[in-house]
């Protein structure tokens, strides 16, 4: 099971008023609870793996490949592309406290600019551009939660 198939899993699980979901399969066992109150959704992904290959895992370094937030347009008619979340976390628009902001309204981005972090999970995931253009709205506060498909930036790409 794949991250994509298991966000589906939890927007449905979330849409449908089900208070508690578990899921056992071969080498995963995944648990979502959702709460009315709030909206609150909490989820616990658990993959059970052999004991050799878990010290193995956890004696090598792990490569984090870099997070690409897909643009899509606003509307048919509108210029403006919208940068959604491709994951769910909490939305940073700088690398730490004391560094200036990736990006503010106005600023000229280009392919493969990062844009903000999203952390997830406790690791943190640098989101690039897949267009170039123009920040022309921010539409999440910073250390804001972000949803899967939030939209989190408008970009003018002319």
């Known amino acids: 099971m794949d991250l994509k198939e298991i966000q ?16 056992e399969m071969d080498d995963v066992k ?4 959702t709460t009315l109150e709030g909206n609150v959704t909490e989820t616990t ?3 059970q793996m052999p004991a050799q290959n878990t010290l193995q895992q956890a004696l090598a370094p792990q490569p984090v490949a870099p997070v690409v937030a897909v643009p899509v347009p606003v509307s048919e008619d509108s210029k403006y592309v919208t940068i959604k979340s491709p994951i769910i976390g909490t939305f940073y628009r700088k690398p730490s406290p004391d560094k200036p902001m990736f990006v503010e ?17 406790k690791l943190f995931n640098e989101i690039e551009s897949e267009i170039s253009g ?20 408008l970009v003018d790409p002319s």
């Not at 995944?30 to 609870?33: F, G």
């Not at 309204?105 to 999970?121: F, Q």
């Not at 920040?135 to 930036?153: A, G």
């Open 134 to 153: 123009k920040i022309v709205k921010i539409l999440v506060d910073d250390m804001s939660p972000v949803e899967f498909d939030q939209p989190l930036f």
């Open 105 to 121: 309204v106005g600023t000229t981005i280009g392919k493969g600019d990062v844009l903000c972090v999203i952390e997830a999970m």
């Open 30 to 33: 995944i648990t979502i609870r």
């Open 8 to 23: 589906n899993l939890i927007k449905f699980v979330a849409n449908s008023g089900v208070a508690e979901v578990k899921l």
């Open 45 to 47: 992904y658990v993959q």
